[in-house]
């Protein structure tokens, strides 16, 4: 059965910093590319961050480059997600999902098979 749970999520003033783990059992992690997604009140999902298998290659939206970066470690079968500088609009529901790498089209949810349960982030001016 396949699980996938994240944490670190909370209440942080703007400018601060997170690091966000999604862990998952019942699948082969190091064969997927790995992403976070995030969901903010009242706007649809959008792809923040993915790392293919080996983490040869990661992928960022314009909105946090710069400023995120994910990594992984594919012997404890867990993503992780480093938050720095954050911004009030980086408040979301992020979650995780496992995937292939689409270069044409990175974060279509199409790619990843996948999802599991988010962690809330929330940024205070």
């Known amino acids: 059965q396949v699980q996938m749970v994240a944490s670190g999520g909370g209440l942080v003033q703007a400018g601060g910093s997170r690091r966000l783990a999604c862990t998952f059992t019942?699948?082969?992690?190091?064969?997927?590319?790995m992403a976070w997604f995030r969901q903010a009140p009242g706007k649809e999902r959008e792809g923040v961050s993915l790392?293919?298998?080996?983490?040869?290659?990661?992928y960022y939206a314009d909105s946090v480059k710069d400023r995120f970066t994910v990594s992984r470690d594919n012997a404890k079968n867990t993503l992780y997600l480093q938050l720095d500088t954050l911004k009030p609009e980086d408040t979301a529901m992020y979650s995780c999902a496992a995937g292939v790498y689409n270069v044409y089209s990175p974060f279509n949810r199409a790619n990843f098979a996948y999802w599991g349960q988010g962690t809330q982030v929330t940024v205070s001016s």
């Open positions: 019942g699948f082969r992690f190091g064969d997927y590319t």
């Open positions: 790392i293919t298998p080996s983490s040869t290659t990661t």
